[in-house]
């Protein structure tokens, strides 16, 4: 089993920047691809970015390319997203979540096994 708790959402002005962590227990953090997607009211969950379990490749949605950076800390168990010049239309709930498949960097919801609960992030224009 996996625990999985996201921390750092809030609200902050259009131009403002955020930094999301999702620390992870019960399992080999390390072992395993970790992503970030968010929900926005009357919306599906969306990929937002995902990491490779050694950190050296990454994934981004075309909408947060050149914005977010993702990035772990495999000793602290946890895996970041930056989030910078944020827009109104990025405001959401944002989960992470962790795909023991090791069968790549996956963009789709149902790929993944373990979410977090979610951290609100809402942006002001």
């Known amino acids: 089993q996996v625990q999985l708790v996201e921390s750092g959402g809030g609200l902050v002005q259009a131009g403002g920047s955020l930094r999301l962590s999702c620390t992870a227990s019960?399992?080999?953090?390390?072992?395993?691809?970790m992503g970030w997607f968010r929900q926005a009211p009357g919306k599906e969950r969306e990929f937002v970015a995902v990491?490779?379990?050694?950190?050296?490749?990454?994934k981004y949605a075309d909408s947060v390319k050149g914005r977010f950076t993702i990035s772990r800390d495999n000793a602290k168990n946890t895996v970041y997203l930056q989030m910078n010049s944020l827009k109104p239309e990025d405001t959401a709930v944002y989960y992470c979540?962790?795909?023991?498949?090791?069968?790549?960097?996956?963009?789709?919801?149902?790929?993944?096994?373990?979410w977090g609960q979610g951290t609100q992030v809402t942006v002001s224009s």
């Open positions: 990491i490779s379990w050694s950190a050296d490749d990454t």
């Open positions: 019960g399992r080999t953090f390390s072992s395993y691809t």
């Open positions: 979540a962790l795909d023991i498949t090791k069968w790549g960097l996956r963009v789709g919801a149902a790929s993944y096994d373990y």
